[in-house]
């Protein structure tokens, strides 16, 4: 058992396993279909084929961020297990749940005065909050204590490059990113938008390529432009997908063949259930470590 338990949400959106592996603890996210509660629980309640396929059918999704009492319940055993706690948490940009684990943390510092807990905001998404989490594994199994890991985690939080498209612009109009005649005309032009994580930790669209094959080879342009190391790329790349892995295929492929010193394959994921709520299905999400965010 580490000194320090290294913890985060299902919202990293790498595989229960791959956490496990890596000795990292999870907390899940919420939410209702049809106004049913459900766990974001890497699949389990619902496999990914299975939301999207009723989203489309009609059913309501809505998600809901982590509550303060279930960031208690969750850590307070490594406490009075006498771990330390560094908790990150899915990025403020997009989810309140930040707040809530500071609140959480406020709470249990009272009850555990001589444990440190610390919440770091990854200002991250998906797996590239996943990627960031990897990272920290890493420097754990190195030997970085906690006050360290935290510090390294907000110094290089914004270096981990979020890079999505989407073929299936339904659920974007849905919840407003994109405007009904602006889907309109993207569906008839077969325009897919690229988007990716701004500085803040919120996602914005930022170019519009028409065709999914044109989407596919500009995301690896801009792995080329924004790569630490460039084309001599020696980190890892983890990609996620909601129900549209042949387009996830595509891309690792171009990576794999135009960055040979990357390390090991590119991983593929699913894009998760509360990130998935949002994109519906056909979003394809590329994640690695660039220059800073800006």
């Known amino acids: 058992m580490h000194p320090c338990a290294l913890c985060c949400c299902s919202t990293a959106d790498v595989s229960e396993e791959f956490l496990r592996s890596r000795d990292i603890r999870y907390v899940y ?7 049913i509660p459900c766990k974001d629980d890497f699949g389990r309640t619902h496999t990914p084929r299975d939301l999207y396929a009723r989203m489309l059918a009609g059913a309501e999704a809505k998600t809901s961020q982590v509550s303060v009492g279930e960031y208690m ?25 930040y707040n809530s684990a500071c609140a959480a943390r406020d709470q249990l510092a009272r009850e ?3 444990r440190r807990l610390i919440v770091v ?16 594994a890493d420097l754990r199994d190195g030997g970085m204590g906690i006050v360290e890991l935290a510090a ?3 110094s290089h939080r914004l270096e981990v490059q979020h890079w999505f498209f989407s073929s299936d612009l339904t659920f974007f109009i849905r919840g407003g ?55 001599d790329y020696a980190h890892r790349v983890f990609i996620s997908n909601s129900d549209c ?26 894009i998760g259930a509360t990130i998935g709520c949002h994109t519906g299905p056909g979003t394809v999400a590329l994640f690695f470590w660039g220059k800073p965010r800006e």
């Open 112 to 114: 555990f005065p001589d």
């Open 121 to 136: 905001d990854s200002l991250c998404a998906s797996a590239g909050y996943g990627l960031l989490m990897d990272r920290l």
């Open 152 to 154: 390294w985690a907000k």
């Open 177 to 231: 990113r994109i405007s009904k005649a602006a889907g309109l005309v993207g569906g008839l032009l077969r325009i897919c938008p690229i988007m990716r994580v701004q500085p803040d930790g919120s996602l914005a669209v930022v170019e519009k390529v028409r065709t999914k094959h044109r989407a596919e080879t500009r995301v690896v342009k801009i792995m080329h432009e924004l790569a630490q190391g460039g084309s």
């Open 29 to 35: 996210f919420n939410y209702q279909l049809d106004g």
């Open 245 to 270: 892995l042949a387009d996830a295929t595509a891309v690792s492929d171009l990576i794999e063949a135009e960055f040979p010193k990357m390390d090991g394959r590119v991983r593929h994921f699913d």
């Open 73 to 97: 319940e969750f850590w307070r055993p490594l406490l009075e297990a006498g771990q330390d706690v560094l908790h990150v948490t899915l990025s403020s940009g997009i989810s309140g749940t």
